[in-house]
């Protein structure tokens, strides 16, 4: 039993990126509960009992043996530990594509729980989604205890591709729309972010950190919640999204790290979430990934004004989506490989909104909720690269995750970029008149 691979999906088989999920929590955990629960989440979605296979020209999912699908997997350790292994933890071709850990203080009382999905079967939404739904449904088994199972099908359902959901279109459109995009990065190309790990000499000798022995971090800025909301409050006053202000400052920030004087071109890579824009519109709890993305470039000053470019970020993305272009951007994404510039940019800025974190049983709290991206393949011999920035608010406070690769942009870096984002964000939410702030950088 298997399911074939639509184009937009294969291109994640190259890329090995992955959703981490992970929940920090206070109270007692019923570990049988929770690992119930889990195979609940696979056994209803058959993506994530699954592995990826080579077929023809293409790749398909394909069922794992019930021995081999993922399970639960607890251990005792400490949370910072346990999160830097899992961050850092792949999914291989040919393995299950999703995992899922508890890690729990010696105590108890204290626990990590890591939920890791392959973007080929997922996105940022349901990915949210699928880490509620297991929650809720440890809730029920915690209040209620194990329930008669309905039968499930011989035959898996499995998911239909987004790219066969989008509306109906003439292929001479779709090529004069991929002409226009081609084109236009040909004259506007963007400039990238170098990176400040140095790569060996000649002489074998290289920094501490540099390319070789290299691992993915995390960089985090957390705004309280009223920054949060002075935040959203500029945002109205300005008629942009907060989207629009992150943007406009991780712009600003990126400009500040380039040499030279004068304005220099700089691109933004915003995904552009095609669930809530289908006919009908695609629940999130269907484990597909249904995102495509919005490219602008922008000429950026050494010193520019943060409200002007984010009025210019937020009505461009609002005009390619009343044009209808993330349907055609979705139509042309099989056509990255040969035209990588087509979504090359100087910072990707993801959008999640504002999402609920899990609801959980009495006697256990969430103390921490955290979505970020993570890759297995990074190219520190390229020199330089666009700058993550992962955008998500949960229970009202915003965070932005900056995930990097220490042979590539060192910690240290990344610590200054982020202090840069909190200081224009501050003074952003100044700009509403609301009296002070604080912002926590983690």
Known sequence: MHRVLCPVESLYVGQRSRAVLSCSLRGRVDVEALSAAFDAMTQANPTLRSRIVEEGAGHVLRLLDEDERP?????????????????????????????????????????????????????????????????????????????LEASVADTPQWPRPVSQLLPAADEADTAKYLDGRVEETRRHPVELVSYDVRRPSATGAVDEGAAGDGHIEVCRLTLDTGLTTRLRRTARACGVSVHALVAATLLATARRRLDGDGPRTLGCLSPVDLRSRLSPPLPTSDMVPAVTTHLQTLDVSETPDPLNLARTVHARLGDFISRGDHFHEMRITPEIPRNPTLQLATVIVTNMGVVAGPRLPSGLEAVDVRLVPAREHYFPQAGRSPVMACVVSFEGRLAIEFPHYTACFSPSFMRSFRDDVRSGLVDLASAAGTGPARAAAG
């Open 71 to 147: 399970r639960l997997v607890t251990r005792t350790g400490a949370e910072d530990e346990a999160y830097a292994a899992e961050l850092n933890s792949p999914l291989p071709v040919g393995g299950p594509l999703s995992r899922a850990v508890l890690v729990s203080a010696p105590d108890g009382e204290s626990h990590l729980f890591v939920l890791v999905v392959d973007h080929t079967v997922t996105d940022g939404h349901s990915s949210i989604a699928l880490h509620n739904a297991l929650w809720d449904r440890y809730r029920t088994l915690v209040h209620e205890g194990p329930t």
